[in-house]
């Protein structure tokens, strides 16, 4: 069992290890529900678009944006973005066309009153634009849309091919918040993967975005690649922490080839962690990161006790989305580019993941997208309770109830009694009028929210494991 301290910072949380492999099977992580599986290309494109314009008339409410910048010199084997590999550098102009010509048709959908409390650039790489491109690119933007003065915006680093001039772009359209891939940084493993990064590039970039003005950087880290070991992955987190990040992201790898057929490629010398061997990583990162300090904030998430995410997440304030933890409420997002998926209220819908495609639908005029999901008021009030699950110490049945507009516990009166063998492991606790996360249930939240899920029975396979 996890040691059950308020906020965990610096005593590391020792976990069951039977517990982890007891709920080490496949679920969504939920950065939507329903999830993305279920958008459907016979989604009525006229009532996605009607609920986009229905949130125009609160022109108080907050806008998030997303752009999807796809492009990468080289490919990594692991990698599960949707990424076009290229290392003709023109392309980025084209694509910044497509992107103005999308955000164009998206104009009149959107009331310009709105303003945007968050905006995030990610890929593929952000990093793959030259200086003069990513000018232009916040210039589109700006151009468009009124932003708060404490707007979030944030962009995805590879630290092999950024510059300062790179850097210095970003900042200079307003980005505060870098997150640098990383993954692992034993050399062996470097190589497995096809993504050679020599720590001290890696350290070099964080200086140079330091130096530039962010003010706070994200680490991602891989566990379950080729030819990691406890000890390896253990130098890792400590060669990662000497870079003093403000979060970190610990992810499992999805090994999915049928999906993504260059994963294939890892399988070669079967290198590959096994399933007892991969949990036993995780637990060594929540271990190592936790002793060091940083407070978990849920699944695989960690930031340093003074960052916004984890003064929010002590308070009950998290939110997520596509993007995962966040602290901004009540945005909805409006994702461009190839793949980018956009959430309303009401809806979500994804472009198409075709870059041919989605150049062709742009050039014609026609938004580009491919499939969607509009909600029913089932949907929405499941949403609701599995955001909360998945982000709140303590899920409070009043606060539910307010939000869903029932009374969540005569609604949903077989789902908490499904909660009986969590409780007994010792994932959560029931109060009265609410359910209390325990600091091992923070690590599990998946397993919890799943029992709020009917649509997993039929298809947990196309999932990745919880751990
Ligand atoms: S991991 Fe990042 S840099 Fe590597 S192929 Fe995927 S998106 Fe590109």
Redesign the pocket.
């Known amino acids: 069992m996890i040691a059950d301290t308020p906020d965990s910072v610096a005593t590391p949380l020792a976990l069951d290890f039977d517990l982890l492999r007891k709920y080490d099977r496949p679920g969504p992580r939920y950065t939507s529900y329903p999830t993305a599986p279920k958008f459907t290309e016979t989604a009525d494109q006229a009532a996605l678009l009607d609920a986009v314009a229905r949130e125009n008339l609160d022109p108080e409410r907050p806008l998030s944006l997303y752009f999807h910048l796809p492009f990468?010199e080289s490919?990594?084997w692991f990698?599960g973005?949707t990424?076009v590999i290229t290392r003709r550098h023109d392309v980025a102009g084209d694509y910044l066309d497509h992107l103005e010509r999308e955000l164009d048709l998206m104009q009149p959908w959107l009331n310009s009153a709105r303003r945007v409390t968050q905006l995030h650039f990610g890929?593929?790489?952000p990093t793959f634009l030259a200086p003069a491109e990513i000018r232009r690119l916040g210039e589109m933007i700006h151009a468009r849309h009124q932003f708060t003065p404490d707007a979030e915006i944030s962009v995805e680093i590879?630290p092999r091919r950024l510059t300062p001039a790179q850097a210095q772009a970003y900042h200079d359209l307003g980005c505060r918040r870098a997150s640098l891939?990383v993954q692992d940084t034993d050399p062996r493993v470097q190589v497995a993967i096809h993504?050679v990064q020599p720590l001290a590039q890696t350290r070099e970039a964080v200086r140079v975005l330091r130096d530039t003005g962010y003010t706070s950087l994200g680490i991602d880290l891989i566990y379950g690649l080729p030819y990691q070991t406890e000890a390896s992955f253990a130098r890792t987190i400590d060669e990662v922490l000497s870079l003093r990040p403000d979060r970190l992201s610990v992810f499992s790898y999805a090994h999915v080839p049928w999906i993504k057929p260059a994963q294939k490629i890892l399988e070669r010398d079967q290198a590959l962690p096994s399933p007892e061997l991969k949990l036993r990583l995780f637990e060594l990162a929540l271990r190592r990161l936790t002793a060091a300090g940083l407070v978990h904030i849920g699944m695989d998430h960690f930031a340093r006790p003074e960052d916004e995410l984890a003064a929010a997440a002590r308070t009950d304030h998290l939110h997520r989305n596509f993007q995962g933890y966040s602290t901004r409420a009540g945005a909805s997002l409006h994702a461009f580019g190839m793949s980018a998926i956009s959430q309303t209220e009401h809806t979500y819908h994804q472009n198409t993941r075709d870059l041919a495609a989605y150049r062709e639908a742009v050039s014609a005029g026609r938004l580009p997208i491919e499939r969607g999901l509009v909600l029913t008021d089932e949907d929405r009030r499941r949403r609701t309770i599995i955001m909360r699950v998945m982000c709140d110490r303590r899920v409070d049945f009043a606060d539910l109830s307010a939000r869903i507009g029932t009374d969540f516990e005569t609604a949903y009166a077989p789902e908490l009694a499904s909660l009986d063998d969590l409780a007994a492991d010792g994932l959560l606790r029931r109060v009265p009028g609410a359910l209390e996360i325990t600091p091992a249930g923070a690590v599990l939240r998946r397993i919890i929210a799943m029992r709020f899920d009917p649509s997993l029975a039929a298809d947990e396979t196309r999932y990745s494991r919880t751990i």
């Open positions: 990468c490919r990594c990698c973005c990424t890929g593929g790489s590879d891939g993504r």
